[in-house]
Structures are given as C-alpha cells and as structure tokens.
C-alpha cells in the first residue's frame, strides 16, 4: 500500500501555485488554461510521488519528469518555488531579460530536464533518458507530460511504437486531457477518443484518472509499472482553467493577459469570493 | 581499418558511447552481438532515434546516429536543431550516401543540401572527410569531443596518405601558382585527376582537402584569394549553402574577392544513374572539370592581358 497520502498539504500547495499562475499572467500574459489544467499533476508529482529533491538533482538513481507541452511552464516554476527550488521572488521575472522565466521551458532554471516547445518532441527525448537508466540495470521511473493536443504530432506516436519494442516500462506518458487545443476543442479539431483503445493498440499499458483527484493519482501512480513489458500511459482527465470558474474550459482563455484589477478578481475568485469581471480582450491566438 | 572496425573498437573502449540506427544497419552489422543494449535499433523512426540520442547524451552519452542522410538531417531536422542543437549535446550524426553517393535512388535520397542545413545550426559541426581512410582518420577526434556533429560518411578509398586530422584545418595536398582547387567529400578522387591533366598542360596546380567545413579553415581560403590563382570549389551538394558559399561568406568577411570557379549542383538534382554514369552526365569526371577549368583560365588570362593593356 502507498503511504497515506497527505491531501490537505498537496490542497494547500496546489492553491498557492494557482495564485502563482495568476500572477504570471498578466504583464504579457502566459497560457493560463493549460497551466491550471495541469497544476494538481505538477503538484503531486513533484511534492508527493517522484523520487527527486534539490538534493538529488545529479542523483543517477533519481526519478526524471520531463514537460513536453511546454505551455504549462507557470505551474512547474510556481510548483518549484513552493519547494524551494527557486526563490518565490523569481517568477516575477517572468518575460523579463534578468532572467530564463519565459513561455517555455529551459534548462537554466534548475530542475528543468530539458527545454521544449516543439510538440512531439520530448517523449523522445525522454525515452532516451529511460533507456540509459535501462542500460544502467537502474530502477528510476521517467515521466514525460504531453497535451492532447499534442498528439497530433505523429512523433508522439513513433516513440511510442518504439518505447512498446523495448518494453520500456520505466517510461510513462502522462496525458493532461483537458480536451483543449489552442483555440479550440480537441474533439471539435482532430477527434481523440477513444484514447485508451488508441494508447492499447500501440502496445500501451494504460489508466485513465481525474487529473485532479490526488488519491486517484496516488493509487495509480503507485501502480507503476503498470506491466513488466509496456510502457506506461496515463489519462488524466482534467479541467482546462481548473479553480477559476470564470475561465474554466474556455476555448478563448487558451492564453491571456489580464490587467491588474482582473487579476485582483481572480486571485479572489480563486479563494472561493465571486466570479471575477473580465472586461479585456483576451482571446489571443498565436 | 574500415567505419565498423573503427567504431567497434571505440564502443567497446567507452561506456559512454551508444551506437543507433534507424533501421540502416549497413555500417554497423556486427555490432548488435557486441554491443548489447548499448546498439538502438529504432526502426524507420528518424525523429524518435534523434530525440531518444538527445535524451541519452543528457544522461552522459555519446550516441552515434546512422540513417541514410537524406532521412537523417530532414525528415529529423528539427529534432536535431531543437533537441541537439539548441542544448549542444554531444550527438554524432553519421549520413550514409550523401550527395552523389546515392546514384541511382533518385532525387528522395539525393542530400544535397545537408552541409548547408547542418552547419545553419548553431554549435553543429560538420566534417566531409576525402574517402574511408580519411574518415577513419577525423572520427577518434570527432566522437571524443563534447560537441554535436554531422559527418557525411564515405567508404571508398581514396588510395592516398592523408596527413592527420585537424579540427578547422584543412589538408593541403598542393599549392598552386595558376589553379587551386578545394574539395571535399568523394570528389577529392576526381579532383586528383583534374590536378593530373592540368599539371600536363603545364599549369602550376593546388589541391586541398576542405575536410572540415565547420569550423572552417578561414585562413587558406583568404590566403588563396590573396594569391591570385583561379579558385576552383568543386562539391556534390546544391551551390547554396555548402563549399562555395562558405568561400563567398569568408572573401565578403574579408573584403577580399577572387575569381572563383564552383562545380556544385545548380538548383537542380543530379539524373540518377550509378555512380560514374551520373559524374558524367552532370559533368564531373576529373576530366571534364579539367577542361572546364582551362577554359576558365584560359579567359582568365585573357582579360588579364586585356586589362593590362
């Protein structure tokens, strides 16, 4: 049995990050829909499930999460300054030259495995990194978060082809399914569903969890490997927007910038006080 | 000592290396036996195979990646710009067939454009070395440094001693008073030639192995041009971006000019055909390269004469 899970302290976590990425998107705005879908994954990997610590980063025998959808990039910095990873004060530096706190993903912030951007791109990278523990006879788990989205790219599905060859079962592909893609519905675009039938048929040992449910996540993630002989994937259905209803699983809130009495509201929304007025144009497609 | 023994002796000397292939294993047969998990087989997958390479040299790894190098630097270009390049991850690129080496495939296989494409990424190095024995010569250098590299791959021999490799050196073969002429790849075997039938003419003629084109050997392109020679480029590859176009970025850089004479594919693909069928039909041969060259030197001291007049 994995050991309790201590929900209330990964509640409280997961809230401060919210307000973390609330911060983050204004002043040039961030890709908010994907970073609040994605939090409470963020949260519970890195705060109760992997095997890494600021200690432990030069570690071989650690565990490796590698951000293929690199638009979540606020929840993983908010995620590491609430572990001290970096200092808080840092991520007002978002977008700005005195530092590496932009749109993606890079490798100057400490605990960031490697840049992206390019969708389908890093579950190959990450496939390298479990091979290499393969080689080593090493135990580490390598977790590689992509969108749904993402899986149009047609790489996505070559390593997965090929991490099922090697039976690479200490690689796991976790999904944020908040069934957005830019600015429109996955199912609306390129249909997904069904996922799980899809994720099988490429030799997949596949779950399918409430991205949001901390003891679903730590039930199934306990559960790895999932098989001896299958790559890992797990769905994790989640809620583009999660914890601001005013934005909650919207097309146009893909990503924003708010002004300062937005954000105002928001932060208050997001501690349970009224749903906040959003008066700025804020569908921006890039 | 041919590539697979080359690279038997260095995988099996060094933990770090990793040998993988999308599915051309034709310079590494022997090597899966010997090299146990450490040999990657990706299948037709030249993303995922330079993605995984990426993820391995993170973890410490000096991955050596063979596929066919029109599949290899394109169908994979961004995987390598983005995941190799960006990080400078010591990722060694071998291309089988570049260029004319692809004879008879047709214009899917041609890699005319690789030295242009590799070396527009930043911290990628490129090497073109003369024939096998040349390539066995740069690659202990080129897989032991810490850098990402493409090295277009040939397994001919080119029968002749090359001096030691250089990283941004050239091997100089000759100088020439009247011609000179810089190659690279397969063709230095055509080039002797041309050199050949010149010198019989009487001409006074260079010859140098332009082996590594990033980093390129600055000075022996401007003390060329200083010199006043005809300068020959002679390249199996597009005449954008490659050899001809490096000369033209060094001259300009040095505020230099010279007369120069570029054998290059112009915005075309070769008639596929084996290989001496194709050098002929494009017009290649050591002696059709000679006798192109002495027009142009011929015109070339004509207008001198003309000028000085």
Redesign the interface.
């Known amino acids: 049995m994995p050991k309790l899970l201590q929900t209330e302290y990964l509640e409280v976590i997961a809230q401060k990050v919210r307000h973390h990425i609330i911060d983050m998107s204004t002043n040039g705005g961030c890709f908010i829909g994907a970073s609040l879908s994605c939090a409470d994954i963020m949260v519970y990997l890195y705060c109760e499930f992997l095997n890494i610590s600021k200690k432990t980063l030069d570690d071989d025998n650690r565990d490796f999460l590698l951000l293929s959808k690199g638009h979540d990039v606020p929840a993983m910095y908010a995620t590491f300054a609430e572990m001290g990873w970096i200092e808080p004060s840092r991520l007002k530096n978002h977008l700005l030259t005195n530092d590496h706190i932009y749109w993606h993903p890079n490798?100057n912030i400490p605990g960031v495995?490697?840049?992206s951007g390019?969708l389908?791109?890093?579950?190959?990278?990450?496939?390298?990194?479990?091979?290499?523990?393969?080689?080593k006879g090493k135990s580490n788990k390598v977790i590689v978060i992509t969108g749904d989205g993402e899986l149009n790219e047609g790489?996505v599905w070559?390593?997965l082809?090929?991490a099922s060859?090697?039976k690479m079962n200490n690689f796991t592909l976790v999904v944020d399914r908040n069934a957005f893609q830019a600015n429109m519905a996955t199912e609306d675009l390129i249909p997904l569903e069904p996922l799980i039938d899809k994720f099988v048929a490429f030799g997949c040992a596949v779950r399918r969890i409430d991205g949001h449910d901390f003891s679903a996540m730590h039930e199934t993630f306990n559960g790895l490997p999932f098989s001896e002989e299958k790559p890992n994937v797990i769905i994790c259905d989640t809620i583009r927007g999660k914890g601001l209803p005013s934005i909650e699983r919207r097309a146009d809130r893909w990503f924003v910038n708010f002004n300062m009495n937005e954000i105002i509201g928001l932060h208050a929304e997001l501690d349970g006080g009224n749903i906040a007025t959003i008066d700025s144009e804020i569908l921006t497609v890039r | 000592m041919d590539y697979q023994q080359l690279i038997k002796e260095t995988a099996l000397d060094n933990e770090r290396m990793?040998v993988m292939t999308a599915e051309n294993r034709a310079l590494v047969r022997e090597l899966p036996a010997l090299l146990g998990?450490?040999f990657?087989d990706?299948?037709i997958?030249e993303?995922?195979?330079?993605?995984?390479?990426?993820?391995?040299?993170?973890?410490?790894?000096i991955?050596i990646c063979h596929a066919l190098t029109t599949f290899l630097i394109m169908r994979a270009f961004?995987?390598i710009r983005?995941?190799v390049g960006?990080?400078a991850l010591p990722v060694k690129l071998s291309g089988f067939i570049p260029g004319f080496l692809s004879d008879a495939n047709g214009p899917t296989h041609q890699a005319l454009e690789d030295v242009a494409l590799m070396r527009g990424i930043p911290n990628m190095e490129v090497y073109c070395p003369a024939g096998q024995e040349d390539m066995v010569g740069m690659l202990p250098d080129i897989w032991s440094s810490e850098s990402p590299a493409y090295v277009r791959i040939v397994t001919r021999n080119t029968g002749y001693d090359h001096a030691p490799f250089e990283k941004g050196k050239a091997e100089i073969i000759a100088f020439g008073d009247d011609i000179n002429i810089l190659v690279y790849g397969f063709l230095f075997s055509e080039a002797m030639k041309t050199k050949e039938i010149l010198e019989g003419k009487g001409l006074s003629v260079g010859l140098i192995n332009m082996r590594s084109l990033k980093p390129v050997d600055e000075n022996i392109i401007t003390q060329l041009a200083a010199s006043g020679s005809l300068m020959i480029t002679m390249e199996d590859h597009f005449i954008c971006g490659g050899l001809y176009t490096i000369v033209a970025e060094v001259l300009l850089k040095n505020q230099l000019t010279a007369t120069v004479l570029p054998f290059a594919m112009k915005d075309k693909w070769f008639r596929p055909a084996l290989l001496d069928a194709v050098l002929e039909y494009e017009g290649f041969t050591g002696r059709q390269m000679a006798d192109k060259i002495l027009m142009t030197y011929s015109n070339k001291i004509k207008n001198a004469q003309y000028h000085t007049i």
């Not at chain 2, 995922?48 to 993170?58: K, S």
């Open positions: 490798r495995e490697f840049h390019s389908g791109h890093v579950p190959a990278v990450g496939l390298g990194v479990a091979m290499d523990c393969a080689i790489s070559e390593t082809l090929v060859a090697y | 990793i998990k450490r990657i990706t299948g997958t993303q995922t195979m330079i993605g995984m390479a990426a993820g391995l040299a993170l973890r410490g790894r991955p961004e995987f983005t995941d960006i990080p």
